[in-house]
């Protein structure tokens, strides 16, 4: 079964470096997404992302965030100069289409120390 | 989108139905109702979607009302595996983004 997949599983970072963690979604899919999830707290999305651009994005999502598709297969979320509060799981989606279901990768967990 | 209530937590016994119920009382024509759910820390995982109809498939059934305003995920015979935070979401027909609420802890026991 075809599936997200999502590099490293976990990433240690020290405040302030910049941090690039990465996806590769599911391969006929067109809209792609990134989501995250502080430790005990709900699943937030942060950006949406079709045709080589944002299509949506939270107010999370600041300049310090940026997307990228740098080839036909990987998706890349970049975080500038990373905040302790930046610490969090990151789940990339994938879906085929508009309205169809996503499909969410294991997640990376990112702390910032 | 609309907003969701769902119980925060219910325990359910292995081999039984487990039935998750959901309020979307403002839900408009155009948004769908879909279940997905999280094991411990892993990505959400998708379960089933519905507009109007009740849907099956080899997961679960949804069981949507004639007005919409509610819906009830039923997961015909829990294991152990199907321990998780279950989330209901309303979501708009022209929306790509899911909006994730509290959802409710399911906690199945032998």
């Known amino acids: 079964e075809p599936e997200v997949t999502q590099t490293p599983s976990h990433q240690v970072t020290q405040m302030g470096q910049e941090v690039i963690l990465r996806c590769v979604p599911i391969?006929?899919?067109?809209?792609f997404y990134w989501y995250r999830q502080i430790l005990g707290q709900k699943v937030e999305f942060l950006v949406s992302?079709?045709?080589?651009?944002?299509?949506?994005k939270s107010e999370i999502f600041d300049d310090q965030f940026s997307v990228e598709r740098p080839d036909g297969s990987n998706f890349t979320l970049k975080i500038r100069s990373t905040k302790l509060e930046d610490s969090a799981m990151y789940f990339c989606?994938?879906?085929?289409?508009?309205?169809?279901?996503?499909?969410f990768g294991q997640g990376t967990r990112l702390t910032v120390v | 989108d609309a907003k969701t209530t769902q119980p925060p937590s219910m325990d359910c016994a292995e081999g039984r139905a487990a039935n998750l119920p959901c309020n979307h009382s403002?839900?408009?024509?155009?948004?769908?109702v879909y279940w997905y759910r999280q094991i411990h820390s892993q990505g959400p995982q998708y379960i089933i979607h519905?507009?109007?109809n009740n849907e099956t498939n080899e997961m679960a059934s949804l069981i949507i009302t004639e007005d919409r305003k509610s819906s009830t995920l039923i997961l015909p015979h829990a294991t152990l595996r199907d321990t998780a935070v279950y989330y209901c979401?309303?979501?708009?027909?022209?929306?790509?983004?899911?909006?994730f609420g509290g959802g409710t802890r399911v906690l199945v026991k032998p």
């Open positions: 989606a994938s879906s085929e289409a508009l309205n169809t279901e996503a499909f």
């Open positions: 391969s006929n899919h067109l809209y």
């Open positions: 992302f079709y045709n080589n651009e944002i299509s949506e």
């Open positions: 403002t839900i408009s024509g155009n948004e769908y």
């Open positions: 519905g507009l109007k």
């Open positions: 979401i309303v979501f708009k027909a022209a929306g790509n983004k899911l909006t």
